[in-house]
């Protein structure tokens, strides 16, 4: 079974600080890892996906397959930034099981002034 | 384009009520999904479609019942509303396989906040 595990549900930080979201995921394959962004009382959108290995507002986050991890990162956390962060896997795109996301439960990122 | 839309927006409903959730999208997406947003526990799959007049069951679907008759229209049904679906429901959608890898992407809906009482 596919699971994705957000260890902490809230991380508060400093705006200017550096910040590490947390995402671990068990799959037998490999596994397609994204991370969406939901703003306060908005719709979820997606930040970035492994795939691509880009930098979106200046977040970035590597697939680690031997530790099965996808930490999103950010070296200066912006006010900004504050929002609810989910890390979500599918899988891999070239088979037939990746129509399905399977999402880990949140974390809340606070960045106070 | 007005992307992934749903009606209503915010709904109170009582024990025992029935109601039918409308989402639609006009980005031609083979593929559709419900979910439910609830604290501590994340999005969960209830029902999706992969296509015009399919549809599967998700993670957790007691409870709710959908249809898919038109691509461009997912309807998610309660048919006799419980206080544990006092939840957000989102739709989302995406184009279909074969793709691209940005064919992976599911665009959502802004959601639908219902209380049952």
Known sequence: AQRVTQPEKLLSVFKGAPVELKCNYSYSGSPELFWYVQYSRQRLQLLLRHISRESIKGFTADLNKGETSFHLKKPFAQEEDSAMYYCALSGPFSGGSNYKLTFGKGTLLTVNP | ?117
């Not at chain 2, 109170?12 to 959730?21: D, E, N």
């Not at chain 2, 989402?23 to 031609?28: G, K, L, R, S, T």
């Not at chain 2, 069951?57 to 048919?79: A, H, I, M, T, W």
């Not at chain 2, 279909?96 to 992976?104: K, T």
């Open chain 2, 1 to 117: 384009n007005a992307g992934v839309t749903q009606t209503p927006k915010f709904r109170v409903l009582k024990t025992g009520q029935s109601m039918t959730l409308l989402c639609a999208q006009d980005m031609n997406h083979e593929y559709m999904y419900w979910y439910r947003q609830d604290p501590g526990m994340g999005l969960r799959l209830i029902h999706y479609s992969v296509g015009e007049g399919t549809t599967a069951k998700g993670e957790v679907p007691d409870g709710y019942n959908v249809s898919r008759l038109k691509k461009q229209n997912f309807l998610l049904g309660l048919e006799s509303a419980a206080p544990s679906q006092t939840s957000v429901y989102f739709c989302a959608s995406r184009r279909g396989s074969g793709g691209p890898h940005s064919y992976n992407e599911q665009f959502f809906g802004p959601g639908t906040r219902l209380t049952v009482l």
